[in-house]
């Protein structure tokens, strides 16, 4: 390299740094995403812009998805009336054994495994859509754990082996993703106040993004070992823009489970 | 986010933090907040932190304080906030808080009468600076009463 090759080299070094450090400087690295999404004339993505399209004309649910309230977190059914979940009389008698919160240390969120599902989505750490026209993945964050929604017309596998996630295919009717997903190991809860599940729990998940930043998730569990029929909740979800999902170890460092009433998990 | 070497750097960057506070998504609680803390039961404690365990699912905070009567110094464990992922999208960083700083902590009592409170506000002495935690408790805050 001669000299003046090493000054050009130099300056363009300079020049980049004068460009990126002002930014790198305030910015953690999953704050610098491209801007990608419609915009506000302030730069803001612009939530209320029409839901995006895929290439191929189905509807782009891809994207960094937050639950709008995390009380469904806490109850599943806080938008419907108690005597609206039909509970199974063993059911019943678990849920309200669980309500007051005496079992919380029996739950399986509070010992750092999977949420299940649809708990997981209303957990509230963010989660991404990962879309392709065969296969969408769901990243997220919490507990840094994943799903697959197969697209491809496979069937589930009868007799699968029991799973805290489950197993789940996806169709598309009109504007909205229809996911099924069974497979379940029994174990979750459905919420914080300890609704059961168990094997035979079925979800039924259908996502329509309403527009850019906005989508509605209307659930139906269909557990005939919990309940006496299949019974529906609505949830809203929010885009949440121009960030990234962060790793999350929940079995770091978990000192709650010590403080909590209950006993510990078998 | 634009423009950040105006002589406005640091009104802007407060502006982004009450953002980031305003738009932050609520903190993740991987279980019950009225299972483990009374929200009836708000306590307000002055110390020097002692060790910051910047863990997840939950960062620690521990605080030395000292009893205004009989003049003893106790330890006290803070849960601040969901974890570092929440309080990093809140603009907090895992150097704010360090050994010796002095803080004030409003947040709830544990049930289980150990020093223990959820914090939902720190106050740094030195600067005045208020922080908030993102501790959103998931449940009503009076909560069915428990039986022990």
Redesign the interface.
């Known amino acids: 390299m001669n000299a003046r090759s090493t000054v050009a080299l130099a300056s363009l070094v300079a020049l980049l740094g004068a460009v990126a450090l ?2 790198a ?4 690295w999953w ?1 610098n995403v491209p801007r990608t999404g419609p915009r506000t004339a302030s ?1 803001e993505v612009d939530l209320a812009a029409p839901a995006p399209r895929t290439k191929d004309g189905r509807p782009d649910l891809a994207g960094i998805w ?1 639950p709008h ?3 469904y ?3 599943i059914a806080a938008d419907i009336r108690p005597e609206d979940v039909p509970f199974q009389p063993w059911a019943k008698k678990v849920a309200d054994e669980r ?4 079992h ?1 240390r029996e ?1 399986p ?2 010992n ?1 495994l999977p949420q299940g599902v649809p708990r997981i989505g209303a ?4 989660w991404k859509f990962v879309q392709t026209p065969d296969l969408i993945v769901v990243v997220h ?2 507990f840094s754990l994943w799903r697959q929604i197969f697209l491809d017309g496979r069937k589930l596998a009868a007799n699968a082996n029991p799973t805290w996630l489950g197993y789940s295919t996806g169709r598309w009717e009109g504007n909205t993703l229809v996911v099924d997903t069974r497979g379940f190991n029994g174990k979750t809860w459905l919420d ?2 300890g609704k059961p599940t168990t094997e035979k729990l079925h979800v039924i998940e259908r996502y329509t993004r309403k527009d850019y930043g906005h989508m509605d998730l209307e659930i139906t569990i269909d557990d005939p070992g919990a309940y006496t029929r299949p019974w529906t909740v609505k949830q809203d979800l929010t885009l ?1 823009p121009d ?1 990234e999902l ?1 790793e ?9 489970l010590e ?3 209950g006993k510990p998990l078998q | ?2 423009n ?2 105006s002589p406005l750097v640091a009104a802007f ?1 407060f502006a982004v933090v009450l953002t980031a506070v305003a738009t932050a ?8 907040f ?3 803390y009374d929200a009836a039961k708000p306590i307000t404690l002055t110390g020097k932190v002692t060790k910051v ?1 910047w ?4 960062v ?1 905070v521990y605080i030395d304080v000292r009893d205004a009567k009989s003049g003893d110094v106790v330890n006290w ?1 803070l ?1 601040v906030g ?5 309080l ?2 809140q603009g907090w960083s895992r150097d704010s808080l360090k050994t010796d700083d002095e803080i004030t902590v409003e947040g709830s009592l ?3 009468g ?1 020093r ?1 409170a959820n914090a939902k506000s720190i106050v740094l002495t030195a600067t005045g600076k208020k922080m908030f935690t993102g501790s ?1 408790p ?2 009503p805050v009076s ?6």
């Open positions: 002002p930014r400087a305030h910015a953690q704050q730069g937050n309230s995390n009380k977190l806490r109850d309500a007051d919160g005496s919380s739950d969120d509070a750092c957990a509230p750490a963010p964050e919490a914080q106040v949440l960030t962060l999350f170890i929940c079995n770091e460092n978990n000192r709650d403080h909590l009433p | 986010m634009q950040k070497n960057a998504p609520p903190a993740h609680a991987h279980h019950s009225a299972a483990q365990e863990t997840n699912p939950h620690y464990a849960e969901g974890g570092p992922n929440s990093i999208r544990a049930r289980d150990s223990l959103i998931t449940e909560p069915l009463p428990l039986s022990r």
